[in-house]
């Protein structure tokens, strides 16, 4: 029987433990870092990567795909939605110009009682759903990426130029933070037998990678990715590929992971799409469905900012 798929994760963190390379990093913090790190996940039988070894909310990390998706920008939606994982960054940004050490709720309440304190302070920068659905060339016109993989898909389907990324260097000093899953490429394999359909996979490169907080979120929001263009598109799910740049576990996950390695995973669980939206916009929370999905208790860390 093959090793749990899990496994792959839970040997990063522990190769990080291990041989990481201690560093300082952005934040201050200090990580353990490890270079050019990869996982595969097969979902063609349905069942979808979210880590057993702690609770992940898959919710919440759909609720964020979707909001990519979006091309939206700004915090105030996914706070309509009690999805707060992006507030840290504006919450910083306005203490330091402010000097009002306001709390997060008092912060979060106050982008969602004022459109124009959302405007002002609620605002992302030009981040990933910006690059994704309204990338703005030097000539100014916009460009739709993820319109043009699902086009491409249909209609040159063995194409090697069905990419998406985020890493526009011309728009990077104005995000609240530099896109970290930053290129996609699909891949579609040949169909299986006479009546077969063909397979769609998707790799990642994400340039820099928490292990602990990060890759977990990440990965289940990907396989969720890969499943609606699939359904857009009319193939099966094939492999989502991931593969990270800076991989790291921050000095201050240590005792964290340390006790995730203690734990043994168990089964994942299918998702299933209820529905085929009309198009990839036409997506909500209520057309996904997760059957099955048990877990070690959830394991709380802080994020570095």
């Known amino acids: 029987m093959a090793p749990h798929p ?16 201690r560093r300082m990093d952005r934040t201050g913090e200090g990580t353990l870092s490890l270079f050019g790190k990869q996982m595969r996940f097969d979902l063609s039988d349905g069942t979808i990567p979210i880590f ?5 909310y898959w919710k919440t990390s759909a609720k964020e795909m979707l909001w990519f998706l979006t091309g939206q920008t700004n915090i105030a939606s996914l706070l309509a939605q009690n999805v707060k994982i992006w507030t840290d960054w504006p919450l ?5 110009a402010t000097g009002e050490n306001v709390s997060q709720d008092d912060f979060e309440a106050r982008v969602l009682g004022s459109d124009e304190f959302a405007t002002k302070w609620g605002d992302l920068g030009p981040v990933y759903g910006k ?3 309204r990338w703005k060339d030097a000539d100014g016109v916009e460009h739709d990426q993820i319109a043009t ?3 491409t898909l249909k209609s040159n389907p063995t194409s090697r130029r069905i990419i998406f ?22 891949h579609v394999s040949s169909p299986d037998g006479a009546h077969g359909r063909p397979r769609l996979s998707m790799m990642v490169h994400q340039r820099s990678c928490d292990i602990f907080l990060g890759a977990p979120f990440n990965i289940c929001q990907q396989a969720i990715l890969l499943a609606m263009i699939a359904q857009q598109v009319d193939m099966d799910r094939g492999e989502l590929v991931w593969i990270g740049g800076d991989t790291h576990l921050y000095l201050n996950h240590l005792e964290q992971a340390r006790l995730q390695l203690s734990r043994t995973p168990l089964p994942f669980p299918t998702f299933e799409i209820k529905r085929k939206a009309k198009s990839i916009d036409d997506y909500s929370i209520d057309d996904f469905e997760v059957v099955g999905y048990q ?6 860390a802080p994020v570095a900012v």
């Not at 899990?6 to 390379?21: A, K, M, P």
């Not at 877990?295 to 709380?300: D, G, L, Q, W």
Request: net charge negative; hydrophobic share 35%; glycine share 4%.
């Open 6 to 21: 899990e496994y792959q994760y839970l040997g990063i963190i522990s190769d990080l433990l291990e041989l990481g390379d």
């Open 52 to 56: 057993t070894t702690k609770k992940v």
């Open 92 to 96: 910083a940004k306005y203490r330091s």
């Open 131 to 133: 690059q994704w659905r």
């Open 149 to 151: 993989v699902i086009s």
């Open 165 to 186: 990324h985020a890493w526009n260097v011309g728009e990077l000093d104005r995000m609240a933070l530099h896109p970290c899953h930053m290129t996609y490429q699909f």
């Open 295 to 300: 877990s070690h208790e959830r394991i709380e």
